[in-house]
């Protein structure tokens, strides 16, 4: 190909490329934010253990579910996470995925290493010893099957290993365009 129909000698010209498409001008982290608070997601809170065996955890919504077989999971972690530091040492997570009356939940997981997040909610330790939150629509227990860069954030692919819907699920927490929502708006 010669080398001013690249992709990238069009771009750096300035011209558009060859093929018609216009070279992408990029977007800043704010037109990243605004255009995928668009994409309306749940909210879950991702629970673990550190290493002094206290229960840590993070509100997060880039949440996937990635494969049937294998059962798996992706979460992407910020890389100054507390949780992220300690899914690495624990070797396993659990996802929690918040009921609408939760809203305090999500907002107190979102305070970075705020241990009084944990005050009152209850939880148990399941198989893997990481909590699980009472009263939440679904809880989904992982094992880190892999860790994968992703720019300024980690992509932690879990491993499903036991997974629990409540038996009576009410409305799902939902976030869109950067504050929570109903269903029914
Ligand atoms: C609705 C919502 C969704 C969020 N989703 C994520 C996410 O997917 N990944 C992430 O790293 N942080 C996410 N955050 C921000 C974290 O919750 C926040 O940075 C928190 O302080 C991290 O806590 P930690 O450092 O103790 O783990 C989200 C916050 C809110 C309110």
Same mark, same amino acid.
């Given at each position: 190909m010669p080398t001013d129909t690249a992709p990238g000698a069009a771009a750096a010209s300035g011209r558009p490329a060859a093929s018609g498409v216009s070279p992408a001008p990029g977007v800043s982290a704010a037109e990243l934010r605004e255009a995928m608070g668009h994409f309306a997601t749940g +909210? !879950? +809170?991702? !629970?673990?253990?550190?290493?002094d065996g206290q229960p840590v955890g993070t509100t997060a919504n880039a949440v996937t579910s990635l494969s049937l077989d294998?059962?798996?999971?992706l979460v992407c972690f910020d890389l100054g996470s507390v949780t992220l530091r300690a899914i690495r040492g624990h070797g396993a997570f659990v996802?929690? +995925?918040?009921a609408a009356p939760q809203q305090?939940?999500?907002r107190n997981f979102a305070r970075r290493g705020f241990a009084a997040a944990w005050d009152g909610v209850r939880h148990r330790r399941g198989p893997t010893g990481s909590p699980r939150l009472e009263d939440v629509l679904a809880v989904l227990e992982c094992t880190v099957e892999h860790s994968l860069p992703g720019g300024d954030h980690e992509i932690i692919v879990g491993r499903v290993q036991h997974a629990e819907t409540s038996a009576a699920p009410g409305a799902p927490l939902v976030f869109f365009r950067g504050t929570y929502a109903s269903l029914c708006a």
């Open positions: +909210v !879950t +809170v991702i !629970t673990s253990v550190d290493e294998p059962p798996l999971v996802v929690n +995925v918040l305090h939940l999500s």
